[in-house]
């Protein structure tokens, strides 16, 4: 029989820039609390067999253990439950996965996890309002028409709940794949501003991986985590979509519409934009004609 104190012991530990430093400015080590790592053990990975799909019911518990492997912040276990279960619902998941031959078992390399956030005071609050020009800059008028048609009345952001890779897999380009497929996904809804995230304030490492990504700091928000009873600072990182990414995107959607959904958009939608636009240009006329009058 195996002695628990002695497995525990020997159990492997693990680092991650997104715990704070120490008193010793040095990073407090986790211990490997996830099925991967005594999987892997000895195995070579062949990263061309590296796959990505969304998370399903089956990965929740080994999701929660990465989580806690990563991340010193806890969250509860119906936010892993809800934002699996729900998947393409109020929240979007991706996962890098493995499948070990011999073990003839798959395995989890690294994960997103998005959760739809509406562009309100909430959202100004975690980002700065300094944005609020990218994000106009990045709203195509042309879907106006189905904005004020459709019952939805706010734009959205995608809040990054948790992003991590294991650390065996490391400097294998799975975040960036990861984080790549889940902007390459939101930016096709019409809504979709952008993404975001909060970051430990001395996670350089993260920091560095954001930016090459896309992403830039916004906010540095203090008091934000609660890590061992004290306060630390956050920074948030943001990344606005442009007009030419969500016109490539557009272009594309529309290429793959059916016929009911393009009579839809010309005989619907493009009148109705063209209707607006024509009474907003009557009502200015109207006004610099009645400013002249008055002169």
Request: a positive charge; charged letters at 30%.
């Amino acid at each position: 029989m195996t002695d628990p104190q002695k497995d525990e012991e020997n159990q492997k530990l693990l680092y991650s820039e997104s715990y704070p430093l120490n008193e010793k400015k040095e990073r407090t080590k986790v211990k490997a609390i996830s099925q991967v790592h005594k999987l892997l053990d000895g195995v070579t990975l062949n990263k061309e067999k590296i796959y990505y799909k969304p998370l399903k019911p089956e990965h929740i518990d080994e999701v929660k253990n990465l989580h806690k492997e990563w991340f010193p912040v806890s969250y509860p276990d119906k936010i892993f439950e809800e934002s699996i279960l729900r998947n393409e619902g109020s929240h979007i998941t991706q996962g890098a996965f493995y499948f070990l031959e011999e073990e003839k078992k798959e395995i989890i390399l690294g994960l997103i996890i998005g959760r739809w956030q509406y562009v309100d005071k909430y959202y100004f609050d975690n980002v700065g309002e300094n944005i609020l020009g990218e994000i106009n800059d990045s709203i195509d008028y042309e879907e106006e028409a189905q904005f004020f048609l459709s019952k939805n009345k706010y734009y959205y952001s995608v809040y990054i709940v948790s992003l991590g890779v294991i650390d065996e897999c490391r400097k294998m380009n799975i975040g960036t794949q990861l984080i790549k497929d889940m902007m390459n996904y939101v930016v096709g809804f019409p809504f979709c501003v952008g993404i975001y995230l909060h970051v430990i304030v001395d996670n350089y490492s993260g920091k560095k991986f954001y930016e090459k990504n896309g992403l830039k700091c916004t906010k540095r928000l203090k008091d934000f985590y609660k890590i061992e009873d004290k306060m630390y600072d956050s920074e948030a990182y943001v990344r606005i979509f442009n007009k030419k990414e969500k016109g490539i995107v557009k272009n594309y959607r529309y290429s793959m519409m059916n016929w009911k959904e393009k009579c839809y958009r010309l005989l619907i939608l493009k009148p109705f934009y063209f209707l607006v636009k024509l009474f907003l240009l009557i009502c200015l006329c109207r006004c610099f004609k009645n400013r002249i009058k008055i002169d």
